[in-house]
Structure formats: structure tokens, C-alpha cells
């Protein structure tokens, strides 16, 4: 096991914390292992796409597959680097459930030296019942040299810093 998969495993929940976007949305890392990261959303009047029915923003749910997708490709390499999506397919198979949490897991399917593969799913308490699925591309390295994280090095928590650039 790397040091980075080591370190993501023992902070999980500091992981969101350090993307301001997944902050401020209340998106949770709950477990990371290699190549496979799950988190939690919990549900917010201030997240509701349609206030009749009180259904999460579809784009609410696209940032948190997107996001947990990205920290599952993390934790799939030997050393961080950038990673930016490339692709990314959203199928929604029904709405959120107003009021209820939204679970998500994320897996790397393939690793290539430069791109990596991911699949992801959002539910409420059974993955077999989703209310949405993705399929995302990633490109790996996409960031012309520079240090990974470098504009979120002063925001990133003390047991990830070594990991970025001081």
C-alpha cells in the first residue's frame, strides 16, 4: 500500500474538507481504499432543485459523483498528482428523495499511465436502487508540471500537507 493511499485512509473525512466546492456543498468522505472511495451527502433545503417536491439539484448530485470520483483515482496512485475530469456521464434513474441523505460510491475500473477509468453510483440507503450512476474519465498529470493542489496549499489540512506544496 502507498503512503498516499495510507494517509487517505486514516483521513477520510478531512479529504472533501479541502476542496472549498465539496465544502461548502457538505460532501463527506466516509471511506477511502485503493482505488475506491464512498461519501455522504446530507440533504439541505439550500441543495433542492425543485421546491414542490424538494428533489436534490440534479447538479448537486453530478458534483458529488464527480468529486468522489476524483478521490477514488487518488487513491488508486502511487504519488499525487493532478487530476482533472475528462469525461463524465450522468444517468439519472429517479429523483432524490426529499429530506433523506445521499449515499455515493466510486470505483477505479482501469488505471493507464494517464488516464483512469472510473464508475460511480448515488443512492439513498441501497446502491442497488440508485438514483443516479456515472461513468468518468480522468485525465492524470494535466497540470503542465506545476505541483499538484498548488492554489488549495494553504487550505489543506495538516495530516494531508505533506502531500502538497508548501
Not at 459523483?65 to 444517468?91: F, K, M, N, P, Q
Amino acid at each position: 500500500m502507498s503512503q498516499l493511499l495510507d494517509v487517505m485512509q486514516a483521513h477520510a473525512r478531512l479529504i472533501m474538507e479541502t476542496v472549498p466546492f465539496a465544502r461548502a456543498l457538505g460532501m463527506e468522505a466516509m471511506r477511502v481504499e485503493k482505488g475506491y472511495a464512498s461519501a455522504r451527502l446530507s440533504w439541505r433545503a439550500d441543495l433542492v432543485g425543485d421546491l414542490r417536491s424538494g428533489v436534490l439539484h440534479g447538479g448537486v448530485v453530478t458534483a458529488l459523483l464527480d468529486s468522489l470520483s476524483g478521490v477514488a483515482v487518488a487513491s488508486a496512485l502511487e504519488s499525487l498528482t493532478s487530476i482533472a475530469t475528462l469525461d463524465l456521464r450522468i444517468d439519472y434513474m429517479r429523483g432524490s428523495e426529499p429530506g433523506r441523505d445521499l449515499h455515493a460510491e466510486a470505483r477505479v475500473i482501469r488505471l493507464t499511465r494517464r488516464i483512469a477509468f472510473v464508475q460511480a453510483l448515488a443512492f439513498h440507503e441501497n446502491a442497488a436502487d440508485p438514483v443516479a450512476t456515472a461513468s468518468a474519465a480522468f485525465m492524470l498529470g494535466s497540470n503542465g508540471g506545476r505541483k499538484a493542489g498548488h492554489n488549495l496549499s494553504s487550505m489543506v489540512p495538516a495530516p494531508l500537507s505533506e502531500f502538497s506544496p508548501q
